[in-house]
């Protein structure tokens, strides 16, 4: 019994390249070419030879794809790597950056020579002296590298190169993200959406958010998300990675086309990688279709080819430090042209090697001069995308999204409450669904600059409200391109956050995922943490560029999904994200009253975070009269800390809540028994640690003063190390309550039932607090 895909019936088209067929390319060009390939692979090795660190084999392997991209297919503008309307390339394999580093320093300096005109400014470039930064930390001193002003160039890539827009590197989120930057140009530009490449091996197609985001890429109709595929077979321990004919892969058991096949890709099928005239053909044909379906392009290579190590061995190694084997390696590139590198003896000191690599740079820009001719031809090739992309302009579509309208002075307000996002007391309401009333206003005010996905969870978490006023169903480009909801893939957490962090990404929207806050939260840490991380490198090319912020809803957080069971009700989600980031990367909100999503929301999406991370739990809450209760209004959340109940005059005690179910608990139940035994307290509310970080020390410590901590007692819905912060004494410490306490997880039942297991419910809570007053 056989079994066969109807590609017919799918849509998609399957293009394998005749090797023995002779497809046109100019000779020149490829000569032109060739040049480039043997200089970019010795380059590589020079690389790795003076950081003695960096992945050779990869960069290697994948050099004739990106070459022949960046020189002969993508649509870009030297002068600006900024512009938005620009094909994009992003190396998801981010093992490649050796090579991506390589391949952008050895083009600035083709235009450098041919079309200096074309440069933008040094901050904007990526010159051959910036390697002497490849892998090197931003405080490096060494002279040439301070001479020259070089960039601190990661061992993989971040926005500190021109043209990348995404940090990528662990496995793949890059492949994710970059899914999300091709959704959301598809939707801002419509047919005349940017082209978007994805450069990946079979290695990195292995991790499950790949499948995912594959999914999601197709049954979203991304037609201008191309994925090439290096297929080597070479990953870190393997040199047979996938299935190859007959032979059994050793660690998955299909072969780069049939998985993308599998998930609604064209796939065009390349059998010599090495060969330009094939690779040109190839992406031409990629470029040409016009289908509805994203395309894959699979090309048959040599992980290490010609470098002296070959497959597995070359992934992350190379030839030692100016070895023989080394010095052969050279040998190509100084026959061809006539060169010599330099040779090293005496002390390896930081400054000797920096210098003998410089001069081995300088040899690299030598050949560049004395070829003129190929110099002037390959820098043509550059001017002929800028003028590619200059004559096919790519507007936004008609109606589009203006995610300005939100930085517009007054556009909103945490002190001005849209009436969606009001609720009265004695009214009903969940905060997951007032969250999703104040993301749904700003997606109205903004035309609808919100792109939102759940983990098969979109009415459950409410993150179909966000898309309500505009069209159902899921989004697609032609078929339903009104929707703001986009098909993630299914139960796909993973994915989603790289496809929400590469939405936003671009600046044009805002992408929300959500999930259980039990599932979503640690399974989004890696894509939170890659989002930082290139929106902060990217300030370093552009100074004062704002953050691009991402949402994550934790949604059925805490205890009150207990019914769930203690493998989705749990508190370990707050501990993964909240305080867990620097600078001003997150920006965690842990409200407990559903008037209070509003403000935070607003406040939050106005100090413009890389994410913003809300944890929502599931049951339908009514309204408290805070004011009749004598507690603080809810915009006093704003603060990140704030005094829930004011003792009238000296405390009994403090206590400090973070969580819904313990607050709730507190307000309808707690406060009514101290009011009854004349136990007068300082109440202080925790609702988001990181805006209260955001205050300057003397705020700070004016409205949560050092003396609190100290002296305090704590009740939380989340784990013990978030408690840490905010009591300080060993007494405090001991009294106070979270779900574990106890020394085992929670069972199941009703929220109410589960925080009685936990000892937090009123009774227990007034008694604690009884006990914590007395001393006892």
């Known amino acids: 019994m056989s079994y066969s895909l109807d590609l017919q019936d799918r849509g998609t088209e399957y293009i394998a390249l005749d090797p023995n067929a002779s497809f046109a390319l100019p000779d020149e060009d490829s000569d032109s070419l060739e040049f480039y390939n043997l200089i970019y692979r010795t380059l590589c090795a020079i690389m790795f030879n003076h ?65 200096p005109d074309l440069l933008p400014e040094v901050r904007q470039q990526m010159r051959l002296e910036d390697l002497l930064g490849f892998r090197k930390n931003p405080i490096t001193k060494t002279p040439l590298f301070t001479r020259f002003g070089s960039k601190p160039l990661d061992g993989h890539p971040t926005p500190e190169t021109p043209f990348i827009w995404l940090s990528t590197g662990p496995s793949g989120v890059g492949v994710a993200t970059t899914t999300g930057l091709a959704l959301t140009l598809k939707d801002m530009h419509g047919e005349h959406a940017p082209a978007v490449h994805i450069i990946e091996g079979e290695g990195g197609m292995t991790p499950g958010r790949v499948a995912e985001a594959m999914a999601s890429a197709a049954t979203s109709g991304l037609d201008n998300l191309y994925f090439h595929v290096d297929w080597n077979q070479a990953a870190i321990d393997s040199d047979l990675v996938t299935r190859d004919g007959s032979l059994p892969g050793e660690y998955v058991q299909w072969d780069p086309c049939e998985f993308l096949l599998l998930h609604g890709f064209n796939v065009i099928y390349v059998p010599d990688g090495f060969d330009f005239a094939q690779v040109n053909e190839a992406q031409k044909k990629a470029l040409a279709l016009n289908n509805g379906k994203p395309t894959g392009i699979v090309y048959r290579t040599i992980k290490g080819w010609k470098y002296g190590i070959e497959g597995k061995k070359s992934h992350g190694g190379g030839h030692k430090f100016y070895s023989d084997e080394y010095l052969t390696a050279l040998q190509p590139f100084e026959q061809a042209f006539g060169v010599t590198f330099p040779r090293f003896e005496g002390e390896k000191t930081p400054e000797r090697i920096e210098q003998a690599y410089y001069d081995s740079l300088m040899v690299i820009r030598g050949v560049f001069e004395s070829h003129p001719d190929k110099t002037r031809h390959l820098g043509d090739f550059v001017v002929a995308c800028k003028q590619r992309l200059e004559s096919s302009p790519r507007p936004l579509r008609d109606n589009a999204p203006d995610l300005g309208r939100l930085y517009q002075d007054n556009a909103i307000s945490p002190f001005e409450r849209p009436e969606i996002c009001t609720y009265e007391a004695g009214s009903a309401q969940t905060l997951r669904g007032s969250l999703a009333h104040g993301l749904n ?128 009700a749990e508190p ?83 206590i400090v809540y973070q969580g819904s179910e313990v607050a709730y608990a507190f307000a309808s139940g707690v406060l ?56 300080m004494s060993e007494r405090g410490r001991r009294f106070s309550m979270y779900p574990w306490k106890h020394g085992s997880f929670l069972g199941s039942g009703q929220g109410d039932v589960c925080l009685e297991q936990a000892g937090m419910h009123p009774e227990a809570q007034l008694e604690t607090i009884e006990k914590f007053i007395s001393g006892k």
């Not at 390339?89 to 083009?107: D, E, F, Q, T």
């Not at 049951?619 to 009749?628: F, K």
């Open 51 to 115: 950081a003695s660190s960096g992945h050779p084999g990869g960069s290697i392997s994948s050099g004739h794809i990106v070459e022949s991209l960046v020189f002969k297919q993508m649509n870009y503008d030297i002068s600006n790597p900024m512009d938005r309307t620009a094909d994009i390339i992003s190396y998801a394999a981010g093992h490649k950056a050796l090579g991506l580093y390589a391949m952008w320093a050895l083009r600035n300096e083709v235009v450098r020579q041919s079309h």
């Open 441 to 568: 206003h700003v997606n109205k005010l903004t035309n609808g600059a919100i792109l939102a996905a759940a983990a098969d969870l979109y009415g459950s978490t409410n993150i179909s409200s966000i898309g309500s006023g505009f069209d159902p169903g899921f989004w697609h480009p032609t078929r339903n391109p009104g929707s703001r909801l986009f098909s993630a893939g299914g139960i796909a957490e993973d994915a989603m956050g790289g496809i929400c962090s590469g939405i936003s990404t671009m600046g044009y929207q805002i992408g929300v995922g959500s999930s259980y806050g039990a599932f979503i939260a640690p399974l989004n840490t890696i894509c939170a943490k890659t989002h930082g991380i290139g929106q902060q490198t990217l300030r370093h090319r552009v100074p004062g560029e704002p953050n691009k912020t991402f949402v994550i809803v934790c949604g059925h957080a805490g205890v009150k999904t207990g019914e769930d069971g203690p493998t989705h």
């Open 572 to 654: 370990q989600a707050l501990q993964v994200l909240q305080e867990n980031f620097p600078g001003d990367v997150m920006i965690s909100l842990t409200p407990w009253d559903p008037n209070e999503l509003w403000p935070l929301t607003a406040e939050t999406l106005l100090q413009r975070p890389a994410v913003m991370a809300a944890y929502v739990t599931r049951p339908s809450e009514v309204i408290l009269d805070r004011a009749a209760l004598g507690l603080a209004p809810p915009e006093a959340a704003v603060k990140g800390v704030y005094k829930l109940l004011a003792a009238n005059g000296k405390p009994d005690a403090t």
């Open 672 to 727: 009514p028994g101290l009011q009854e035994k004349g136990i007068n307290l300082d109440v202080y509310y925790i609702s988001s640690a990181e805006l209260f970080d955001r205050l300057d020390a003397d705020e700070r410590e004016e409205i949560f003063p050092a003396s609190v901590a100290a002296s305090a007692m704590m009740f939380s819905g989340f784990t013990i190390a978030t408690t840490y912060r905010w009591i």
